[in-house]
């Protein structure tokens, strides 16, 4: 059966070449070249240069890049020498070994660099069929003394958000002063010493802080901060801060219920209800009850009511009371509503 399939497949392929059982040349297959990364960035990092770039999508024609294999990446050192271009890593498409990969975008890590020189990165990238296609455009990298880290690295929670602030750094790690005022990239991680190699932040922050939002509450967020001291890319950073955690936290409790009504009877109780809260962290209800109006209320409730309504089989004949109806969130701290509206119930 094997052999059957290869021999139609060898037969259809030599239909194919020869046009249709027209005579003549065989017709050789135009092989698409895949297009390079369009957005290919260097940044200088304790001594190292982080290349990062986006897997392209498609081809030089504007075909699909179906089978992409590799990248392969060429590197130019222009000061204080110049040296030719020549290959110094293939990076794989496919979880690759030497580079890390986030959703669709690469990074790689140049460490064999010294001080002082400047460099210039192309990336190439590479078909299953081992075609290599056009250059990308040129990133460049000067290796410099790096920064001292930032100092005091603080982070303070809120709601969906943490605030960040830092000391800035005065000099070099070599004690040389600094002559220019520092920039700062900021690092996220969601494990400790565990972080994406881009920062959260598109372009380096002038301030010593820096707000991160939209996060998610009760979700623990650890930070690092670098200073970086180029003005425009490529951004050369200095080292890494010490690193510090929080947690964000939900501040907001529920509007309060609605709508609160008591019925009395039959027998000594009184059946309260209200309307459905509609927050979707909502935990529950409490109720209160005030046994007179100079009196502060007391809860009735142990834990939080999943369902709108109570019934209070503790009252006496002749007692006048207020109820009052309060809404709890699921979140750590279960925030508390302010009180519904005191209802005034009299037991005859």
């Not at 297009?35 to 024609?61: G, H, I, K």
């Not at 002559?179 to 932040?201: L, W």
């Amino acid at each position: 059966m094997r052999i059957r399939q290869i021999i139609v497949a060898a037969s259809l392929g030599f239909l194919v070449l020869s046009g249709c059982g027209r005579s003549g040349p065989p017709v050789v297959p135009v092989l698409a070249e895949p297009s390079p990364p369009t957005d290919l960035t260097a940044l200088v990092r304790s001594r190292t240069v982080v290349l990062a770039w986006t897997r392209p999508t498609t081809n030089v024609d504007g075909t699909a890049l179906k089978y992409l294999a590799a990248f392969q990446i060429s590197r130019q050192q222009t000061a204080p020498q110049t040296s030719a271009y020549s290959v110094i890593a293939t990076v794989k498409a496919e979880k690759p070994e030497n580079a890390v990969v986030s959703g669709s975008r690469y990074a790689f890590t140049d460490s064999h660099v010294v001080v002082g020189a400047r460099y210039a990165y192309v990336i190439e990238s590479v078909s299953r069929r081992g075609i290599v296609g056009p250059s990308s455009t040129e990133a460049t990298a000067l290796v410099t003394v790096e920064i001292e880290a930032p100092s005091s690295l603080r982070a303070a929670a809120g709601e969906r958000a943490i605030r960040l602030s830092w000391v800035a750094p005065t000099r070099r790690v070599d004690a040389s002063p600094l002559a220019i005022v520092p920039r700062y990239n900021i690092y996220r991680g969601a494990s400790p010493g565990r972080y994406d190699p881009f920062p959260i932040n598109r372009e380096p922050v002038q301030s010593t802080q820096f707000q991160d939002t939209n996060l998610v509450n009760d979700q623990t967020y650890y930070y690092r901060v670098a200073a970086v001291e180029s003005q425009e890319p490529p951004w050369q950073e200095g080292l890494l801060s010490g690193e510090v955690s929080a947690v964000p936290v939900d501040l907001t409790p529920p509007a309060p219920p609605q709508r609160v009504r008591a019925v009395v009877g039959p027998g000594l109780v009184v059946s309260l209800s209200w309307e459905l809260n509609r927050e979707s962290d909502l935990l529950g209800y409490r109720v209160y009850r005030s046994d007179a109006t100079e009196l502060p209320p007391h809860r009735l409730t142990e834990a939080p009511l999943k369902s709108p309504s109570f019934t209070d089989r503790s009252v006496r004949s002749g007692g006048r009371y207020l109820y009052t109806v309060t809404a709890v969130d699921a979140s750590s701290r279960h925030n508390e509503s302010v009180a519904s509206e005191a209802i005034e119930v009299r037991v005859p």
